[in-house]
């Protein structure tokens, strides 16, 4: 059936998208039909003037897709079937407010064309509220606040990454349970990157394909955790290539997690490798001495545990290692005085790091062995890197002490700081990053880096 116009659209805008189906046919004939389905036929006549036609695109990405590759196809195209010579405008569509902006549907209308939301058990606890927000997360939360307040409109795609037990996680449940508090049939799906490629491969197995996909692509945020597991699968890669593009060409939200930045998923194909960039990269480290206080006084109060500042303490200085163990390091504490029948007590946190932390905790290298392996390994004297010089090379070196200082204790800028002779904690921070953005770049630095690391404690992955 012929589309119908109304009599209130202006008459060339009329003649356009009477042109436009015309266009699109004679265009099939010279391209693969999936190319004019994904690229071409979303895109919307909205005005007609001057010679000028203006379409719309459903996304950045499809815009510059038809910009580069298509637009002299479509002028052409369009001049034939309306007998003069035009000039094709492309912008991007302009977006819907969020749902929770908008004036409530009823029920019934939500029956009729709502989405049918992608389910998944979030947990209750995994909100923004309970997350403990310091200096080495405050961007990547940040960016997840920003994402579930107008999902699709900032940092798209966001991507976090950061050693396993940091709290990766639990931004993205907080995404969805934040999304789900303001509209609860908003289309979320979470999902971790190898329960993406089982379904994958039994779809295929079952000749399923095209059920898979409506699955992963009906939805208005997708978020996918530890990504780096599809690295080396071919053919996961590709339909997550595949998805990735799909959805972001029309807008949607997507949110990825990993152990390691975009540029490190070494057996990752390039293009999605520089897709995942493409929008904001945002990192979770190692919380300082202090934030770890505050996440073990977090936890006692969501479990109802009675529990000290100068226990917490106890526990985020004597218990190394990554938030997780922090977090069980507390519930054996309180099992233990549970089953004793008697408070939490300094005596009783110390007695759970000398049991069952203690190895860990004798792991940790000392500041001065810190240096001594830093001065060894860049040939650098010990005196030179504690020292104020300037030199590129000496402070190349102090960098590399801040930066190892920081990955292998765990200790606060302010402590860091005041092992370099009373420095400003911006001026550790300034180095610790120069360091990290280095060795992004520079394989070899890398490679020296982590030996050094392992070289102070043989239990660094």
Partial sequence: MAEQFSLEDHPELNDLRAAWEPTLASLEQRMPATVVERFLRPLEPIGFSEDIASFSAPGQFVLEWVKERYSDALEEGLSEQLGRRIRFELRVKTRERPRSEREPISAKAQTKSAPAPATFDSSPKYLFETFVVGTSTRLAYAGCRAVADEPGVKYNPLFIYGPSGLGKTH?????????????????????????????????????????????????????????????????????????????????????????????????????????????????????????????VLKKAEQEQITLQHDIAMCLAEGVTGNVRMLEGALTKAAAQASMDRRPITLELAQEIIDKYYRTASLSKPSFDQIISCVSQHLGIPSDQIRGTSRKAPIAHARHVAIYVTRETTGDSWKHIGAQFGNRDHTSMMHGYKKIRELMTRDRDLNASVRKLMRDLNPDFR
Wanted: with cysteine; charged share 25%.
């Fill in 171 to 295: 931004l993205l449940h907080a995404i969805a349970n934040e999304i789900r508090k303001n509209d609860p049939n908003y289309p979320v799906m979470y999902m971790s990157a190898q329960q993406f490629a089982e379904e994958f491969v039994h779809a295929l197995q079952n000749n399923r394909i095209e059920q898979f996909r409506k699955a992963q692509r009906r939805v208005s945020v997708w978020l996918l955790d530890d990504v780096q597991f599809i690295a080396g699968k071919d053919r996961t890669q590709e339909e997550l290539f595949h998805t990735f593009n799909y959805l972001h060409s029309l807008g949607k939200q997507i949110v990825l997690c990993s152990d390691r930045p975009p540029r490190d998923l070494m057996l990752m194909e390039e293009r999605l490798r520089s897709r995942f960039e493409a929008g904001l990269v945002a990192d979770v480290q190692m919380p300082d001495t202090e934030t770890r206080c505050a996440i």
